[in-house]
């Protein structure tokens, strides 16, 4: 009987506690509920100050109907992502999360380039840049890595994060409470997730921190990793390539989504170490331009009425690449119905096919191009063709052609400056031509979008090496033995073919695929691009096989149509005295404050660090005035110098060795700045004078 009564009495503790825990849920999910739904407001608030595009997109998120936050025992939300069988987190997220940070920042994952590998540059006579390059070269190379131990865990301050995951964003203030950073790039592939978050953690409050420390925060929400990496491009190409060149990553939790990202950030990291310019291209460009416009050049206004001109007419870009040998045909037997744009070499080589393009297209401004020109001079000469190019071109490129058409090459120096001016002295800007670099095929393909062209086909724009190792069309003057040009090597990017092979490229060929795929996802809806044969696949562009390119019907009048294309959208221009315009007051006191800031004493890196703060604000600061060419002298060479002094900042322990290379590395580019304040003036309008050994004979032409 003892023993019943025992068991009943087990049972109704048993169910007495069930109770208890039942109720004790039911009060900690009222508690939550309570505390999310303020968390939620405030929240809400503070983007709506800070951030009012993800204000706009959580008011008007719609969540799924089994969205859901549970309630742990610890108090705290917990959330099953969709797709996913269990929750994010264990029954106490906020230990757990601790756990991981913990974990995470005492062996931190570090992504950074090793500058030390750096090889010594050759010496440069006569572009200051590379004098300076040379010289930082030597210093890099003389460090030897192997005799310090590599930092491992996480410091109080660090230049950049790189968080990959929101979840419920646990870790984002627990980060935040031992560590600070510049900058702090989040990104959370599941939307869901993050309005989630917004009832569990204090957005406010890390907004509010970060604005606090003088720090910036970037959020990229519900992206896939092409959008992801295009973001973190953009950035780091507004604010600067060294908010994102040595970054703390962390992962919060696992996912294909958040894998993907993390495998697209390192496999492009490339290019945010690249394009960076420099002072020498800045100032020559600038020169050419202002030359450019004194000669009475013709400049590229691309209303809309000019538009309307071509946006009927289907355009051939022509690239130099090994498809161009199977698209040659594709392009004698259409020659009547398009108009034939012919980027760089390309134009041997149709030539060579018995091929004259209506606008033989150049890009780089070195008097190298020059050289090259008239080393490749075809037997009739420049005289007959039509030339697009750039406002930094060397200016006797351009009277070697019969006409010849200028865009902006933008960002430039030049460009910028001449935008300004053409916008106040002729009541519209000069049309810069978006994503235009770094090759000629990019410059060919921006013009006929900028022009407002609407069928465009890509034929030998390849942009890689075939696997088969042929590099370019068989028709190249690459491949002629009397005018022999050197190859790019380094190839080892492999991209998917757009159709039968893969193409390997090297990083410079990988950023003009990435620009072409910029350019195209931005222009889609507006615009037909085809690209045709074997070469790399391009977002925003339909693959075609040179068998299926067929147009209708031939242009009537096409040589008339050439010369309304040359009057309607081209027109000179006149800016005046262009001294006057040139802010030489404000470029040296530009120099003087970088000076300054720079002869702040050192102790620590966090001093250091901050030095270099100040000195990449002002010179970013100048992006947004009217002075804006200013910024463009010294962007190039300020990041040529920064990138390795901020990473070699935080690469190792030894806080005192690291200052040692810091103050060498710092004192050569405070020498660059100094010498960069007196050229400026003596040299705004001297042309380029660099070439190669081999073309040293065509410097008296």
């Not at 190379?141 to 646990?170: R, S």
């Not at 004194?294 to 090994?322: C, Q, S």
């Not at 209708?552 to 009048?557: A, V």
């Not at 010369?563 to 007051?585: A, N, R």
Request: proline content about 3%; some cysteine.
């Amino acid at each position: 009987m003892a023993s019943r009564q025992d068991e009943i009495n087990k049972l109704l503790s048993q169910a007495e506690d069930s109770i208890k825990q039942r109720q004790a849920h039911q009060q900690r999910e009222a508690l939550f509920a309570e505390q999310a739904n303020v968390r939620f407001a405030n929240n809400l608030a503070a983007f709506e100050k800070f951030y009012p595009d993800i204000a706009e997109a959580i008011k008007h998120f719609q969540t799924r109907d089994d969205f859901c936050l549970h309630v742990t025992e610890s108090g705290h939300g917990n959330f099953v992502p969709q797709g996913e069988k269990a929750p994010l987190y264990s029954d106490d997220p906020i230990a757990q999360t601790i756990a991981q940070v913990e974990k995470y920042t005492k062996n931190a994952n570090f992504g950074r380039t090793d500058y030390t590998n750096t090889s010594r540059w050759e010496s440069d006579d006569e572009r200051m840049h590379i004098q300076y390059m040379r010289r930082l070269s030597e210093v890099l190379a003389d460090i030897e890595p192997q005799q310090l131990t590599l930092m491992k865990a996480l410091p109080a301050h660090y230049p950049t994060a790189l968080i990959f995951g929101v979840g419920l964003g646990y870790h984002i203030p627990e980060l935040l409470s031992r560590h600070s950073f510049d900058y702090m790039f989040i990104c959370e592939p599941d939307l869901e997730l993050f309005f989630a978050s917004l009832f569990c953690i204090d957005w406010a409050e890390v907004i509010t921190k970060i604005d606090e420390q003088g720090g910036c925060l970037f959020l990229s929400l519900g992206v896939d990793y092409d959008e992801f990496f295009d973001e973190i491009y953009r950035i780091a190409d507004d604010i600067g390539s060294f908010s994102a060149i040595n970054s703390y990553c962390y992962q919060h939790y696992p996912s294909v989504q958040v894998n993907e990202l993390i495998r697209s950030f390192f496999d492009n990291y490339y290019q945010l170490q690249q394009g960076y310019g420099f002072y020498n291209d800045a100032i020559t460009g600038l020169a050419h331009a202002v030359r450019n416009v004194e000669a009475g050049a013709n400049f590229l206004f691309a209303t809309n009425e000019a538009k309307e001109v071509v946006a009927d007419i289907p355009v051939f870009i022509v690239g130099n690449g090994p498809s161009l040998d199977d698209a040659i045909e594709v392009i004698r037997a259409n020659q009547d119905k398009a108009i034939i744009m012919a980027a760089g070499t390309a134009l041997q080589s149709l030539l060579k096919a018995g091929i004259v393009p209506d606008f033989h297209v150049l890009v780089e401004r070195p008097k190298i191009t020059y050289d090259i020109l008239k080393m490749l001079e075809p037997e009739q000469g420049y005289g007959d063709l039509n030339l697009l190019t750039v406002d930094v071109m060397y200016p006797d490129v351009l009277d070697m052609y019969k006409w010849a058409g200028i865009g902006l090459k933008g960002p430039e120096a030049a460009s910028v400056f001449l935008s300004l001016f053409s916008y106040v002295n002729c009541g519209m800007p000069i049309t810069e031509l978006i994503a235009s670099s770094p090759f000629v095929s990019n410059t060919a393909l921006s013009f006929a979008a900028m022009m407002g062209f609407k069928n465009v086909y890509l034929l030998g724009v390849d942009n890689g090496y075939h696997l088969s190792g042929q590099t370019h069309s068989k028709l190249s003057v690459y491949q002629d033995k009397d005018k022999p040009l050197s190859v790019l090597e380094g190839a080892n990017i492999r991209f998917e073919g757009n159709f039968d092979n893969d193409v390997m490229a090297t990083p410079l060929m990988a950023i003009s695929k990435s620009n072409f795929d910029r350019l195209l996802t931005a222009l889609a809806g507006s615009i037909n691009a085809y690209n045709v044969g074997n070469g790399a696949k391009l977002r925003g562009a339909t693959p075609v096989r040179e068998g299926d390119v067929i147009l209708e019907e031939e242009i009537i009048g096409k040589h008339q149509l050439i010369e309304d294309i040359k009057s309607t959208f081209f027109k000179t221009i006149d800016l005046g005295d262009t001294e006057q315009l040139m802010s030489f007051d404000d470029f040296d006191e530009l120099c003087d404050y970088i000076l300054d800031v720079g002869a702040r004493s050192v102790k620590t890196r966090e001093d250091a660090n901050s030095v270099l703060k100040a000195e990449q604000r002002v010179v970013y600061a100048y992006k947004q005035s009217k002075a804006q060419h200013l910024f463009h002298l010294l962007k190039g060479t300020l990041l040529y110098f920064h990138c390795p002094m901020i990473s070699l900042l935080y690469q190792f322990e030894d806080e005192q060795q690291t200052l040692q290379y810091f103050h060498e590395i710092h004192s050569l580019w405070l020498d660059f700045v100094k010498e960069a304040k007196s050229d400026f003036r003596k040299n705004w309008r001297t042309k380029c004078t660099w070439t190669k050994p081999e073309y040293e004979h065509y410097k008296k032409g």
